[in-house]
């Protein structure tokens, strides 16, 4: 059963929305970006849905400034007050579960990991937000740079090179042999190492120290997760960390990948259960 939820948070009221099931073990959807609780093409609205009818409640909510909810808006940095008081409003409506795993997207996945702790008992952490803007600072995904990452651009050529069509322009002449040159001059040269007061690298340090079981759930093409990847591969990674990976470019794990990422879901909480 589907119904609206309202709770405070700091003087403002949030808006949320309640997927009911009598499971004890509970999902709470944190949005990425400005997205309403709804989620890119419906997707989290559904994805909600399903969970709840495999018996597991689902909460999705609006942090302060977006959508339905009360507040300034001051991105997902501020927004550790917002998961709280949607953690303990879930709680509240939902006295049979005894365990909560929280999912984000994007720069949600860096706030679950960024604003520990948190009364959560495990993390899954979708294509996390690292790429900030060396200019200004700004780490927020809406005034990021258009430049794809370094990560991306090797991935890119990586993929070009595998491609038998790309290697018969290649013998055809069709291909600029200046800019190929340069490009793999790119693809081999070591990345600078990343300052470690820098957001990915504070944000895998975060992750490496998070009190609950962590998940990455990182669509492999997808040039926010290929960024995120560089960073966590530098960093040393964790081998604690248990990471799934699906071969696909949507960073909002759309059409047949909302199904993979279903299932997923499900299985981790059918694991969370006591």
């Known amino acids: 059963m589907r119904e609206p939820l309202t709770f405070a948070c700091q003087g403002a009221m949030l808006a949320a929305t309640l997927d009911r099931a009598d499971g004890a073990v509970g999902l709470?959807?944190?949005?990425?970006?400005?997205?309403?609780?709804?989620?890119?093409?419906?997707?989290?609205?559904?994805?909600?849905?399903?969970?709840?009818?495999?018996?597991?409640?689902?909460?999705?909510?609006?942090?302060?400034?977006?959508?339905d909810s009360e507040g300034d808006n001051g991105g997902y940095l501020s927004s550790r007050d917002d998961i709280a008081a949607a953690i303990a409003a879930f709680r509240a409506a939902c006295p049979g579960m005894t365990r909560v795993v929280a999912f984000g997207n994007c720069d949600a996945a860096a706030a679950l990991a960024l604003h520990q702790p948190l009364d959560v008992d495990a993390l899954l952490l979708a294509n996390p937000w690292t790429i900030a803007d060396a200019g200004t600072g700004d780490a927020d995904p809406a005034a990021a740079p258009q430049l794809p990452p370094a990560s991306a651009i090797r991935a890119r050529y990586l993929a070009r090179l595998r491609d038998p069509a790309s290697l018969i322009r290649l013998v055809r002449g069709e291909v600029d042999l200046r800019k190929l040159v340069g490009g793999l001059a790119r693809l081999v040269r070591p990345a600078p190492p990343a300052a470690p007061d820098s957001l990915g690298q504070r944000l895998c340090a975060a992750i490496r120290a998070a009190p609950q079981p962590v998940t990455l759930v990182l669509a492999t093409r997808d040039r926010t997760a290929q960024a995120f990847g560089d960073h966590w591969d530098r960093s040393g990674g964790d081998g604690q960390v248990t990471c799934w990976r699906l071969d696909s470019a949507s960073h909002s794990f759309a059409g047949s990948d909302a199904d993979w990422l279903c299932d997923k879901l499900l299985g981790a909480l059918r694991d969370g259960r006591d």
């Open 28 to 67: 709470l959807i944190v949005s990425g970006g400005n997205e309403v609780r709804c989620g890119a093409h419906r997707g989290m609205a559904l994805l909600a849905a399903a969970l709840a009818a495999a018996g597991h409640p689902v909460l999705r909510f609006d942090r302060r400034g977006i959508g």
